[in-house]
């Protein structure tokens, strides 16, 4: 609501010349954001998770988060001590945190940067600041857990393996992913995470969450879970004590590679909802492999089929041209019904990566603008 009285306050801002309704200490809202800030804050703010279940150490108090995600924690805890340490700069009333957010996402123990919007106000006037604070998040093990470790035995053991023998990187991320996603409370069920040279095991408290994190990650993944029951010991009661294993094997396929399924080829896409994506080669249509198509028959690597790099010199409405870099006099010509892609957009004078079969041509990754080689 504008009064008589504000109006008669017009004034001009003593930095930008605006002409404004009120100025603080005579410069404008955004003037003096820029010049003084809103507010005082540290510039980093340390924190400690758990690697067990996600709980935060905050000046030596180790708390459960309430939320579901440790980012949704992490914001929490933030806003939080941001909101404690708060003092609004000289001028200003009051400030308060408005909004808190992490970049980039959060994925584990590292450095982050945090944008805090601030916001303030003097005598009716509002004012508003985007800070960006330091935030050095360290691995720990919180006291609850590490009596779970060195008290209490574990059950169950959930191995991750590859089909290729080793865990690639992006197999072990894609399984960070999986378990920071975890329920908190199945998650506190893992009491160690052992990382080998063949995969990682997670050694899990009870058998039914293992079984629960164990069909989590293969579902997400694709993989094929093997239980077995072993014999450890007996117990003071003098019962048989057992451990269960459960050996989650996950496909070595990435987008570009070609498989055999029985006499069938697939190009692979990408892992989508509900199986991996990939082009039925024999009728170059895509199809979603399931869990069960991928491993019931069994599949491997076709080493035969060659991919090759060719740089696109034209793409017409009916028809691309190719020609090899190296031999640039032959041309390859294919109608645009017989071009499959994997790639966003066709681009003349750019190299591919493609695999030539049958009729069809498939194009896999964009390499980059081409040369033309001379001779
Ligand atoms: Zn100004
Ligand atoms: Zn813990």
Not at 24 to 32: A, P
Not at 100 to 129: Q, R
Not at 213 to 220: F, R
Not at 229 to 237: A, E, I, N, P, T
């Amino acid at each position: 609501m504008v009064r008589d009285e504000d109006m008669v306050k017009g004034r001009i801002c003593a930095r930008c010349g605006r002409s404004v309704d009120r100025v603080i200490r005579g410069l404008c809202s955004s003037c003096f954001a820029e010049v003084y800030g809103v507010a005082k804050l540290p510039n980093q703010v340390n924190l400690v998770i758990c690697r067990y279940c996600g709980s935060i150490r905050v000046k030596g108090v180790w708390s459960r988060g309430v939320e579901d995600s440790i980012e949704d924690t992490i914001r929490d805890v933030m806003f939080t001590i941001l909101t404690e340490k708060l003092r609004p700069v000289e001028g200003l009333d009051y400030a308060w945190i408005d909004n808190v957010k992490i970049i980039p996402e959060l994925h584990g123990p590292g450095i982050y940067s945090i944008i805090a919007t601030i916001k303030g106000e003097s005598e009716d006037v509002g004012i508003s600041e985007d800070r960006v604070i330091r935030l050095k998040l360290d691995v720990g093990v919180c006291p609850a857990c590490t009596n779970k470790i060195t008290k209490r035995g574990y059950n169950a053991i959930v191995q991750v393996r590859s089909s290729s023998g080793k865990l690639s990187e992006e197999q072990r991320r894609g399984l960070e992913r999986v378990l920071a996603r975890l329920d908190p409370g199945i998650r506190s069920s893992i009491i160690s995470i052992e990382e080998g040279r063949n995969g990682i095991d997670l050694l899990v408290d009870e058998i039914s969450s293992a079984r629960i994190i164990a069909s989590k990650i293969s579902s997400e993944m694709l993989g094929k879970t093997v239980e077995a029951y072993k014999l450890v010991g007996r117990r003071s009661d003098g019962k048989r004590k057992g451990r269960l294993t459960i050996s989650v094997r996950l496909p070595d396929v990435k987008s570009g590679d070609v498989i055999r399924i029985g006499t069938k080829r697939y190009l692979i896409f990408g892992l989508g909802r509900g199986g991996l994506i990939a082009f039925n080669m024999e009728k170059g249509i895509e199809e979603t492999i399931g869990t069960e198509d991928l491993w019931g028959r069994g599949f491997e690597h076709d080493q035969g089929v060659l991919s090759a790099k060719l740089l696109l010199v034209y793409k017409g409405n009916d028809t691309v041209l190719f020609t090899d870099p190296s031999r640039p006099e032959a041309l390859v010509e294919y109608p645009i019904s017989h071009v499959r892609t994997m790639v966003d957009g066709l681009r003349e004078g750019f190299l591919y990566k493609v695999i030539r079969y049958g009729k069809l041509i498939y194009v896999i990754e964009e390499l980059g603008m081409g040369v033309q080689e001379n001779g």
